[in-house]
Every structure is written in C-alpha cells, then in structure tokens.
C-alpha cells in the first residue's frame, strides 16, 4: 500500500522506539512484564493508562514494535513538531473529530502497525476510571485486537534534579495484559501472509460503541488492577 502524504512513517516509528529505548533505560530501569502478549505482526492497538508524562515515551522505548502513538496537538510546538512526526507520531485536536487524525491512525492499522492510544483522552489518575469513545471506534472499525498496558511508578516519587520527573534510575513496571477484541465474539476479518490486516466487521452504530467502550473499560481495569497486585504497586 502506498503510504499517504502526511501519514505517519513506519521506519520513522522504528526511529523513534530506538530513541526511546535508548532514553527510557538510560535514565530509569523499566521492567517489562508480558510483551510476549503483544502480536508479533499485524494491527494492534495498546492501550495505556496515562498518569505521566513519561507514559507515552516509557511505552515506546519497552514495546516490542514500534507504536504510533496519537499525541495531543498541543505537543507539537516548536523542534517538538518536526520531531515528532518524524518519529511516526500523530497528532490529534482533541476539542473537535480531528478526521486527518482519524484518517492516519486507521491508516496505520490498515498497514499493519501497531497503534499507541490514551482511552482516558488526557492524563490523570491513571486509573481508566473515564474512557472515550475513540478506542471503540478505532478497535471495531478495524477489528485490531487491543493490549492493555499499565504503566507504574512514574508517579510515586519526584526527581530531586527533575521535580517533574521520576528519579533518575528508579523502576518503573511497564505491565502488557492478554489481547482482546472490542466486541464479545466479535472476528476479525483480516488474515494473510506476513501478518493480519485491518478490516474489522463489527457493527459501529452508537449503541454498539458504547457497548464496545463498556466492555474495554472493564478488561483494561482487571489489567490494572492485576499489575497493580502482581508489581505491589
């Protein structure tokens, strides 16, 4: 398939994973737990708590592929843009149905990629207390098969060079749960050679949504609630 202009680079993400592998273990000591559950190949969505602003970057540097991640577009100000998007990374105007970012994020799915998303929309307690709709769109217009990831510690202590940061060369667990489709007993349509593609076949009307939304909710907060046991954090 022909890449988009403006769509997000692949060897562009792979750029960015080693940027962020080399950043995130030379700085903290991440522990990765279950990234064997993470599909090997084809469209896959991971799923992140979000507490901190390392969240986005620790996921990069520990996911087993690299992620195109959606990113608010308040982000991209300055070097940051260029950066950014150099890296594979999308941006998104979260105050209104940003359709480029629509575009492009189902574009990485329909190439195969793997997909890095906020369900709470913004950071807070990390808690997946508050999902938006926009994972359910995304899992049932594609039919990729979601991952949730718990990210801990980045919140416990501040740095004393860094107050905004975790201290340096502290743990931070990074927890990849089993893989799940956003509807019960949904299948999804893409299987070939070298990987699975794109091309869910579930019903996306509002209610179906919000039914998708109701169950994602519920498996990304057993994933956390078991990491959370399994880490003692």
Known sequence: MTQATGSPSPRGAAVGRGIGIGLMYGLWKPRVLGAWR?????????????????????????????????????????????????????????????????????GVLENGGALGIFPEGTRGEGDFASLRAGLAYFAVRSGAPIVPVAVLGSTERSGRLISALPPLRSRVDVVFGDAFEAQEGARSSYEGGGGRRAGGSGRRTRKALDEATVRIQARLTAHLDEARRFTGR
């Open 38 to 106: 993470v599909p090997a190949a084809g469209p896959v969505i991971l799923a992140v708590n979000h507490s901190h602003n390392i969240d986005g970057p620790m996921l990069m540097g520990t996911a087993p592929r690299p992620v195109h991640f959606l990113i608010k577009k308040e982000a991209f100000v300055g070097p940051l843009d260029p950066f950014l998007r150099g890296i594979g990374q999308l941006k998104v105007d979260r105050t209104t149905v940003d359709r480029t970012a629509i575009t492009h994020a189902l």
